[in-house]
């Protein structure tokens, strides 16, 4: 009673309103940046049961908005200190820990058990994954998103009238063409004000008050500060949502974004180096041109002896400075801006062209482990 005092001293929560969070249960896939005041504001808030999807570890570069880990927790599992974390806010919530990324092969099992999804992931195959899940499964699916100052959040939820991710989004943006935060980068309080926009759409569909944000896409910039809401349609003819859905379950989302299969030998191959194969074209001393498409801040922080800084955006200006015919390897920081200029170059006519898979990520990972970090 005295927890939640403030929360008993609203009529529209009450004591039958704490009752409903702690009988309620809410999966928020990724314990990252939205993650971290989805899960807190949600454990302290009583929800009864809380389930954390993640298989990553805590980075020092999270530190700057995942507010759920601490500076002691750089190389734990990120559900090891969000668990610790959360207990210590509200001890009397169960939190279910997924050490796993949620994949369509255990999407279903995994969300099959809690009344609300909240989607606090930042890549496109999870968001559809989790929207389709939900559908299928009849579920809200909170959904946030972020990126550099701007951020947007809606509740997909054909099952109470409105429309699913694919309504809004019916094929996702072409792959490398919209940055991940990790390459765009993102104000480190910024997911702490979507994340909590999420929160509180949970709690108001638990507690069946207010209006949800059911059809409607809330939009925030933060550097001219402006607020902007959307009406979203459902889709008679979506095909997972729509009166003839064609998919009624999970697909293949990777595929469906045009994102390469992790480690996959099979779809790498043509066009594609490793960072091995690159370390031993150096060593051997061959001639080609290696092209660092990253920007000047990065090569600042590492880049690879021999290499060329052109940023992407400088590309086209400098094409006729080299050979059509030589050999060009393209690097960045993940692979995906390099992919992107190897289309370009491609275009223009160069012919003997590889991307680094992995960028310089994993040049540093595998390659090179006393190299400076991002
Ligand atoms: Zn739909």
Redesign the pocket.
């Known amino acids: 009673m005295a927890r939640y005092a403030r929360h008993l001293a609203l009529p529209a929560v009450g004591v039958e309103g704490q009752r409903r969070l702690k009988a309620a249960s809410v999966l928020c896939i990724g314990a990252g940046g939205l993650g971290s005041p989805i899960a807190v504001y949600l454990a302290a808030a009583g929800v009864g049961r809380i389930g954390l999807v993640d298989a990553d570890t805590v980075d020092l570069s999270n530190l700057q908005r995942q507010i759920l880990h601490g500076t002691g927790d750089v190389g734990r599992k990120k559900l090891a200190s969000a668990r610790d974390r959360l207990r210590e806010v509200n001890p009397h919530v169960q939190v279910d820990l997924y050490d796993t990324y949620f994949r369509a092969e255990n999407a279903m099992g995994i969300a099959g058990s809690y009344d609300v999804v909240l989607d606090g992931t930042d890549n496109f195959p999870t968001r559809y994954l989790s ?1 389709d899940v939900c ?1 299928f499964l009849k579920k809200p699916n909170i959904y946030g998103s972020i990126l550099r100052f701007e951020g947007q959040c809606s509740v ?1 939820a ?1 099952h109470l009238g409105g ?5 809004m989004l019916p094929e996702p943006p072409p792959a490398g063409s919209v940055p991940a935060c990790a390459e765009g980068g993102v104000l480190g309080v910024l997911p702490g004000m979507i994340g909590t926009l999420q929160a509180i759409e949970a709690i108001k569909l638990i507690l069946g008050i207010g209006e949800p944000l059911v059809g409607r896409l809330v939009h925030f910039d933060a550097l001219k500060f402006k607020f902007r809401e959307f009406k979203l349609r ?2 008679p003819h ?5 009166e003839h859905p064609s998919i009624t379950e999970p697909v293949d989302y990777d595929r469906f974004c045009g994102v390469p299969a992790v480690g996959s030998g099979a779809d790498a191959g043509e066009g594609t180096l490793s960072v091995a194969a690159l370390k031993s074209k150096l060593d051997a001393g061959e001639r080609f041109l290696l092209l660092d498409v990253r920007e000047p801040f990065e090569w600042d922080i590492c880049h690879i002896p021999g290499a060329k800084l052109v940023p992407l955006g400088s590309l086209p200006l400098h094409m006729n400075e080299w050979d059509r015919a030589g050999e060009i390897v393209l690097l960045c920081k993940s692979g995906l801006r390099s992919a992107k200029a190897l289309q370009l170059l491609k275009a223009a006519g160069f012919v003997k062209l590889l991307n680094v898979e992995g960028g310089i990520a994993a040049w540093a990972r595998e390659v090179d482990p006393t190299m400076a970090r991002y």
């Open positions: 929207s559908v997909f054909p429309p699913c991710y694919r309504c459902k889709d979506c095909p997972v949502c729509g």
